[in-house]
Each structure stands twice: as structure tokens, then as C-alpha cells.
T-cell receptor, first 112, second 117 residues
Framework: QQPVQSPQAVILREGEDAVINCSSS?????VHWYRQKHGEAPVFLMI?????EQKGHDKISASFNEKKQQSSLYLTASQLSYSGTYFC?????????????FGRGTQLTVWP | DGGITQSPKYLFRKEGQNVTLSCEQN?????MYWYRQDPGQGLRLIYY???????QKGDIAEGYSVSREKKESFPLTVTSAQKNPTAFYLC????????????????FGPGTRLTVT
């Protein structure tokens, strides 16, 4: 039932790029992205609502392919502060709006 | 400052005891959620509530109970029927459960780490 995230873990040097993928077997209404630092609460990054939509903030952006039920998170020129676990949360069509199904997470480590 | 508070941050209980985790929000949000987080499992939904006096089971509701008597409060009770209660518990809220054309971010509390021995 959970969306599938890949890769499970990524290790980068500062300044390198990364892509995190989220794939669902169910038709999606939206995709949420959150980042969680160890022992802390997840923090919201962005929501993608419409098929084909792309959003960005600073050097973190994401795309949503509604037909393929997939979303990707792009981190460019990574910074040390990007380290953490990234989760996608999917809102399914036909399900209660607001109810999210989260992936297992992708652990991102950025080294200086 | 508006936000979500969870207390306590750490909780230790003996097996067989019920325990209630607190979640309070002053964001005036209608919807509230309880998640359980285990290493490598992501966030799994236990219960959610979109309005006062109403709540629905999530994916792993067995062994848990909730109440929603006030808009700002959504306590979670971990009962003795929960076989593996040791976990990190996160409470979240959002302005509403959502409606067509919109989707809302969820705001998370700092979490309660429960250890049952």
C-alpha cells in the first residue's frame, strides 16, 4: 500500500546533485514531500497537485507525472543542511482527501 | 506562537499498562493525525480525525484508541493489546482533510518516543 521510494540511501559530497523517486501503484491526487532530521519532526517541503506539475524552492524542486503515478525530488548543488531522510506522501484518488500514504524514506547524507 | 505540542518527549512503561500520549494544536486546524514511525518503515497512519467527535482508523489501528472531544486535542491511547508498542509516535494536523482542487500540508509535532519493557 505504501508508495515505493528509491534509492533507499544516497551519499553525496557538498555541491553534488541527487534525485529521489516515489512511485505508486494507485491513481494519485497529489504528492507531498517532507524532510526529517534524526529525532525530529518531518518538515514540509512541497505539494504537487496536478499531473505534470513542477515546483521548486531554492535548489530543491520536484515533478509529478500523474499518468505514471510517479514523482521525483531533485536536489541540486546539495548543501550540508540537506542531510536527512526524505519522505513522499501520496494522496490517492478516490480515497479520503488529506489522508497520506508515506513511503519508507530515502536517507540522504551530504559530506563536506 | 502557533504549533503542535506533544508530551512527554520520552515515555517509559511496563508491558501490560495502557498509556496515553498527548497532542495539542493551536493552529485552528480541523484535521489531526497520529502516525507511528519504526526504523526503515516510514510513517504509518494509526488514526485520523477530520472533525470534532469523528475519527477513522488508519492502516495500523489495532491496539490503539483515540478521542476527539475538542478541536485542539487528539490524544492517543496505546493499550495493552498493542503487541509491539515501542516506537516513535508523531501527531500532525492540517487545515482540513482537503477538498477537490486543494491539498494541504501536514504540520507535525516533535514526537513522543515510547519504550515499553
Amino acid at each position: 500500500q505504501q508508495p515505493v521510494q528509491s534509492p533507499q540511501a544516497v551519499i553525496l559530497r557538498e555541491g553534488e546533485d541527487a534525485v529521489i523517486n516515489c512511485s505508486s501503484s494507485k491513481a494519485l491526487y497529489s504528492v507531498h514531500w517532507y524532510r526529517q532530521k534524526h529525532g525530529e519532526a518531518p518538515v514540509f517541503l512541497m505539494i504537487l497537485l496536478k499531473g505534470g506539475e513542477q515546483k521548486g524552492h531554492d535548489k530543491i524542486s520536484a515533478s509529478f507525472n500523474e499518468k505514471k503515478q510517479q514523482s521525483s525530488l531533485y536536489l541540486t548543488a546539495s548543501q550540508l543542511s540537506y542531510s536527512g531522510t526524505y519522505f513522499c506522501g501520496t494522496e490517492r484518488r478516490g480515497s479520503t482527501l488529506g489522508r497520506l500514504y508515506f513511503g519508507r524514506g530515502t536517507q540522504l547524507t551530504v559530506w563536506p | 506562537d502557533g504549533g503542535i505540542t506533544q508530551s512527554p518527549k520520552y515515555l517509559f512503561r511496563k508491558e501490560g499498562q495502557n498509556v496515553t500520549l498527548s497532542c495539542e494544536q493551536n493552529l485552528n486546524h480541523d484535521a489531526m493525525y497520529w502516525y507511528r514511525q519504526d526504523p526503515g518503515q516510514g510513517l504509518r497512519l494509526i488514526y485520523y480525525s477530520q472533525i470534532v467527535n469523528d475519527f477513522q482508523k488508519g492502516d495500523i489501528a489495532e491496539g490503539y484508541s483515540v478521542s476527539r472531544e475538542k478541536k485542539e486535542s487528539f490524544p492517543l491511547t496505546v493499550t495493552s493489546a498493542q503487541k509491539n508498542p515501542t516506537a516513535f509516535y508523531l501527531c500532525a494536523s492540517s487545515p482540513t482533510g482537503g477538498f477537490q482542487g486543494r491539498s494541504y500540508e501536514q504540520y507535525f509535532g516533535p514526537g513522543t518516543r515510547l519504550t515499553v519493557t
